[in-house]
């Protein structure tokens, strides 16, 4: 089989034009970002992003930079769906990416935006509050511990840190591409929400609380957990929801956000007997 | 109640010393590392290096960068029991530091050297097999996972990252001071090792494998994890040893080795009802 080079003809830009000042911008995570847009990288990331059909803002494409077969046959897939495709130098290619070989695809896409009010949950279902959660890479593994748990939502509440940072998407592996998530600036309307949806809402403090085995988790359950410094907001403790502990029995005094937030995600879905 | 400032009167060194080199190093990562030495920085490091009586090699001392009360104590503290200890500029702090304000400490200590063939089990007890984990941080977090878990060694084969590394030390919370941790250089003789200890020994897989609920693991229990990118070594399947896979129900294919790692730990010390 004779493989024929995909014939994009694209206008080549360089590091002064305003959408790789754009990459840049969206990469640092300063700059406002009301359109959650975030930067894919690489076969994988673009693979997903055609899967999911997020959408492309702007795709930057390096030819000489290309290693695979299939990153090469992407790149016209993906050029066809952005609004907006340029060629690019390895050497501007090599600015913009974060990652080491790229294989010649760069693209800032859009995440979806969830409306609260059209989500729908079955009789069983699992959302996870992350209130006030500052670290970039946790947020990510705790949405890659949801989707493997098969949760049903990332609620935010007092957000720290945005689910377009890269350190998002890479420690998620994409899931905040598929994970639905809403944000709430008020801690009382996600309490609300989550009560008239009928969830049982369980605040993971060790305070005053029960041991996260002895609880029955049927039907829609709400696990709330908090910032790696300061736990959970005092906001959410006015509502008379549930407390669970997971057990520490060693000399540190807490486990990591995500991996406390895994455990509970994988008892309540035991219990639910889902899988 | 008047502070009495303690007085050190330590040798004032800078860049060029070669115990600040040696510093650097550690930190790097790189030079062959036999007395498993690592960097201690900040009040909460050497309140562990004091609570633990890990060795100090060397005590690097700035009173310019003090701004806790408690760090002028525990500097005394810390210089009376370093092998050497000297003053260094706020400059010179700052190039040996990876975090900022260290309040005015940094050491450089030595990891605990576990003998396993001393260590002894109980009735109930639980073992992590970390093999060819490669992520600093994942490591790190296994460690302070398997400290709130309550388990009680770590075993490392084919191991692809130090316990030295800063981010271990760091994930780990400090917990590499404390969880006994032992390394083999060959998966047969860590096979030799768990079943003469009388471990019943389940390799963490997808294939051909029970749900992790379904197993049970009253008694010595071990746990084998695998590599992030490649899973668990050919050499650990020649053992005849169980197989167990906590379910991803999600599009994403795996989960982060330390999350998986921590539910399976969480599920059997459940189970071993040793809380």
Known sequence: MVFVEPQLDLQQIGLSHPRVKQVLDIQRNTAPNRHKLFVAEGLWAHNLLLETGAPVECFFWCPEAIYSDEARKR??????????????????????????????????????AWDRDELSFGDSALVLVA???????????????????????????????????????????????????????????????????????????????????????????????????????????????GRVFVPMLGRADSLNVSVSASVLLYEARAQQDRW
Chains 1, 2 share one sequence.
């Open 75 to 112: 790149s016209s897939e993906i050029a066809a769906r952005a609004y907006r495709a340029y060629r690019v130098s390895p050497k501007t290619m090599e600015r913009i990416c974060e990652r080491e070989r790229p294989d010649g695809m760069v693209s800032i896409a859009q995440l979806p």
């Open 131 to 241: 209130d006030a959660v500052e670290i970039p890479g946790n947020l990510g593994t705790l949405l890659r511990s949801m989707d493997a748990a098969g949760a049903d939502c990332l609620v935010m509440t007092n957000r720290r840190t945005r689910l377009t940072h890269p350190k998002v998407f890479k420690g998620s592996q994409g899931m905040c591409l598929t994970m639905p998530s809403v944000e709430f600036d008020e801690v009382e309307d996600a309490a609300i929400w989550l009560k008239r949806n009928g969830f049982s809402v369980y605040l993971a403090d060790t305070d005053d609380a029960r041991n996260y085995r002895e609880v029955d988790y049927r039907g829609r359950v709400a696990f709330v957990v908090g910032s790696e410094r300061y736990g959970i907001s005092k906001a959410w403790y006015a509502h008379g929801f």
